[in-house]
C-alpha cells in the first residue's frame, strides 16, 4: 500500500500539545540509543500526591523498594468506608523509556478513573529503558502484586477488595498489564485474584509491517522509527522484535493453555499505527480460550483518553466502569 498521509480531525489544544509532547521526546532519544532524562524531566510536569481530596479523590505513594525506585500512587475515593471497592492495578505508557504515576496526565487520568468507576487505583512506578531492560518492568509489576496480597491491611483501606482486582494500563502499561496478568495466572496468592484486565491500546509489535504502521505515515505521537527505538532501548541486545514480550500472538508467543486468564477488555483506536497488533492481541485471546471485548475508537490518535477535552476520553471510562460491572456480575452468576 502506498504511504498516506493521514491526520485525524483534533482540537487545536489537542494538536498543539500532542507536537510539543512528540518534538521533545524526540530530541531525547537519541541515535546511539541512549536517553537525555533531563530533556525528559523537562517534558514530564510532575503532581505530588494529594492526602486531602480533590474532587473526592485523595492519593498518597508507598515506596516498595527504593534501590530501584519502585513505588506506587494510591488513588481513594471518597465514599463511605463500609462499602467494598475494587482495586484498580494501572500501568503508565511511555514506550517503557519515560513518565512516572507522577506525571500529570497520569495523575489525572488515574483520579478520574478512582472517581468514576469508582475504585482504589494503583498506578505503578516501575523501572524504564534503556537503563534497565525486560525484563526489569515485568518483575516491578508483578512485585507490587505480591506486595500488595502480602500487606494488604497495612496498606489498603479496609474497604479495598483485593479479591475483585483488575489490571490495566495504556500503551506500554498495556504491554506490561498482559505479561503480569500471565504472571498472576501461575501464582497462588492469598487473597488477591486478578477479575480482569483493561489493555488501552497495548504497545505490540512485530518485525513484519502491518498495513496500519505502513499507511499512517507521521502519525501522532507514535510512529514506526519511535517504535523501533522504544523496542530497541527496551529488548535485551540481539533480540529482534518477534520476541515474546512484543510479538505476544507471534512465533515466540507464551502457551497460554492452561491458564485461567482473565477476561480482557482491549481498546483500539483508528488513528493508531498499533491498531493492527491490537487486533492480533484480541484474535489471539479469543483464540486463547479469554473471554475478551474490542472497544474500537475509529476517530482517536493513541494515548486519546489522555485529553480529557475529547468526548472520547470519557466514553472510554464509562466502557471500563461497565466491563468491570460485567466481570463482577459474571463471577457471582457462576
Known amino acids: 500500500m502506498t504511504n498516506q498521509r493521514i491526520k485525524p480531525s483534533l482540537p487545536w489544544k489537542t494538536r498543539i500539545s500532542i507536537a510539543l509532547i512528540s518534538t521533545l521526546n524526540d530530541a531525547a532519544c537519541r541515535p546511539n540509543g541512549t536517553i537525555n532524562r533531563r530533556l525528559l524531566r523537562f517534558l514530564d510536569l510532575q503532581a505530588p500526591p494529594n492526602p486531602k481530596p480533590t474532587n473526592s479523590v485523595s492519593s498518597s505513594d508507598t515506596t516498595l523498594d527504593a534501590t530501584r525506585n519502585l513505588w506506587f500512587r494510591l488513588f481513594s475515593p471518597s465514599l463511605p468506608s463500609d462499602l467494598l471497592l475494587p482495586v484498580v492495578i494501572f500501568f503508565h505508557g511511555g514506550g517503557f523509556i519515560c513518565l512516572s504515576p507522577a506525571s500529570h496526565a497520569y495523575d489525572a487520568v488515574c483520579r478520574r478513573f478512582a472517581r468514576k468507576l469508582p475504585a482504589f487505583v494503583i498506578s505503578v512506578n516501575y523501572r524504564l529503558a534503556p537503563e534497565h531492560i525486560y525484563p526489569s518492568q515485568y518483575d516491578d509489576g508483578f512485585d507490587v502484586l505480591k506486595f500488595l496480597d502480602e500487606n494488604r491491611a497495612t496498606i489498603l483501606p479496609e474497604n479495598a477488595d483485593l479479591s475483585r482486582c483488575f489490571l490495566a494500563g495504556d500503551s506500554a502499561g498495556a504491554n506490561l498489564a498482559h505479561h503480569v496478568a500471565v504472571r498472576a495466572c501461575q501464582t497462588g496468592f492469598q487473597t488477591l485474584k486478578v477479575m480482569g484486565l483493561v489493555s488501552i491500546q497495548p504497545f505490540f509489535g512485530g518485525e513484519e509491517r502491518t498495513e496500519a504502521e505502513e499507511q ?25 522484535r518477534d520476541h515474546g514480550a512484543v510479538n ?18 482491549v481498546v483500539v483506536g483508528g488513528f493508531d499505527p498499533l491498531k493492527d497488533w491490537q487486533k492480533r492481541y484480541y484474535e489471539w ?21 489522555l485529553f480529557p477535552e475529547l468526548p472520547e476520553a470519557s466514553q472510554l471510562i464509562l466502557q471500563v466502569k461497565d466491563f468491570m460491572t460485567k466481570c463482577w456480575s459474571e463471577l457471582q452468576h457462576n
Open 248 to 265: 505476544v500472538s507471534g512465533p515466540n508467543a507464551a502457551d497460554m493453555s492452561g491458564l485461567d486468564f482473565p477476561e480482557a477488555m
Open 285 to 305: 485471546l479469543r483464540k486463547s480460550g479469554t473471554k475478551a471485548t474490542l472497544s474500537e475508537y475509529p476517530h482517536m490518535i493513541h494515548a486519546f483518553y
Open 216 to 240: 499512517l505515515v507521521g502519525s501522532l505521537l507514535v510512529s514506526v522509527p519511535r517504535t523501533d527505538w522504544c523496542w530497541k532501548a527496551f529488548l535485551p541486545e540481539g533480540s529482534d
